[in-house]
């Protein structure tokens, strides 16, 4: 964690926590007990869940380019391309899924969730778009909570399992079980 009001090099922090960032959500919290989450993903990543997010997400892309898959509010997928420099704005409560590369870095500002208030991940079905599973829970340490209900999710054959076409959703590549 880096000192509050002493500027610092945010490039060179990364390299220095570098081997710190670990699949499947490769996340370093930079700043905590903030008003903001300030932290730094790195790719690769190995998530395909939806992130549900209360609150706006910002985006910014320090080092390579991103995609990120969106649901709109009529169940529409739609992928995005952040490109190195580029900054996107997530809305809150939209389904969002970033795919990370190896070597690209980013920087994600969110807003600490007080009790009471819930993050979702939710998955769906390559094949068809039916929902597959959807968790909710209260994210105090978001380096670890995203991770463990990856987890669950990718080690449970059954709520990989579409219920609509028997289509069993593939566990990321570089995910560990």
């Keep these: 964690m880096s000192e509050l009001n002493v500027p610092f090099d945010l490039m060179e922090w990364i390299e220095d926590h570098a081997a710190d960032f670990e699949p499947p959500v490769s996340n370093k919290v930079v700043w905590s007990d903030r008003d903001l989450v300030f932290m730094i993903v790195g790719g690769p990543n190995a998530r395909n ?3 549900i997010d ?3 997400e910002i985006f910014m ?4 380019d991103i995609r990120v898959d969106l649901i709109d509010h009529d169940d529409i997928r739609h992928e995005r ?3 190195q ?6 809305p809150a409560e939209t389904p969002h899924s970033p795919r990370r590369p190896a070597g690209s870095w980013g920087l994600v500002i969110e807003r600490p969730r007080p009790p009471g208030v819930l993050d979702e991940l939710a998955w769906f079905c390559d094949d068809c778009g039916l929902e597959l599973h959807r ?3 209260h994210v105090s340490d978001i380096e670890t909570e995203l991770a463990a209900a990856i987890g669950r999710f990718n ?3 059954s709520l990989r399992t579409c219920k609509r076409c028997e289509s069993l959703q593939a566990v990321p590549e570089d995910f560990v079980l």
Excluded: I, N
């Design 54 to 56: 209360p609150y706006d």
């Design 61 to 64: 892309q320090l080092r390579g």
């Design 81 to 83: 391309r952040v490109a």
């Design 135 to 137: 968790s909710s829970f």
């Design 155 to 157: 080690r449970d054959e």
């Design 85 to 90: 420099g580029e900054v996107m704005l997530v």
């Design 49 to 51: 869940d939806f992130h």
